[in-house]
T-cell receptor
């Protein structure tokens, strides 16, 4: 059974700092991996999707990497801003439309 | 384009009472998902519909939970009777046929059972 673990569970940083969120998964047979953002009282928004054949994806200040062989992914956020405060969820897909989520990292960026 | 719509946004009920949640997916999305999200956890799939057919309901507690998606558009998730442990956020998501990995989530219904 696929299990997804995210470290740290919570993170508080001053504005402007670069930071890394970690995700690990137990079964390397995945179709893709996604990073989501969840704001309080709102649904999830997909930030980045990495196909199993890719090593990384970038969107603005966000960069996600994928190492299938070691079962790890990282989400790098550059020059953090207070608006980045949210819960970040990692999800792996063993096949097309099934998602297995981690518990998330709660990020707080202090101004 | 309107997103996934869910109602109600919040619901407080006493245990043993019934409750129902409604979801309207993005227009044209044939796949609809219901997820359960407990506090401090990631969402867990309850049921997935392809059009009006439930194709994955292995995680749905069928003794008290039921769902339907008549006409393959909007969907209703019901709990009867509710238990204290059902307090959670119930999320609905939808995805298009040609990009099943792109799931769009609604804001969820926060259920509190007292």
């Amino acid at each position: 059974k696929q299990e997804v673990t995210q470290i740290p569970a919570a993170l508080s940083v001053p504005e402007g700092e670069n930071l890394v969120l970690n995700c690990s998964f137990t079964d390397s047979a995945i179709y893709n991996l996604q990073w989501f953002r969840q704001d309080p009282g709102k649904g999830l928004t997909s930030l980045l999707l990495i196909q199993s054949s890719q090593r990384e994806q970038t969107s603005g200040r966000l960069n996600a990497s994928l190492d299938k062989s070691s079962g790890r992914s990282t989400l790098y956020i550059a020059a953090s801003q207070p608006g980045d405060s949210a819960t970040y969820l990692c999800a792996v897909s063993p096949y097309g439309n099934k998602l297995v989520f981690g518990a998330g990292t709660i990020l707080r960026v202090k101004s | 384009e309107a997103g996934v719509v869910q109602s109600p946004r919040y619901k407080i009920i006493e245990k043993k009472q019934p409750v129902a949640f409604w979801c309207n997916p993005i227009s044209g999305h044939n796949t609809l998902y219901w997820y359960l999200q407990n506090l401090g956890q990631g969402p867990e799939l309850l049921i997935r519909y392809e059009n009006e057919e439930a194709v994955d309901d292995s995680q749905l507690p069928k003794d008290r939970f039921s769902a339907e998606r008549l006409k393959g558009v909007d969907s209703t998730l019901k709990i009867q009777p509710a238990e204290l442990g059902d307090s959670a956020v119930y999320l609905c998501a939808s995805s298009p046929r040609d990009r099943p990995y792109e799931q769009y989530f609604g804001p969820g219904t926060r259920l509190t059972v007292t």
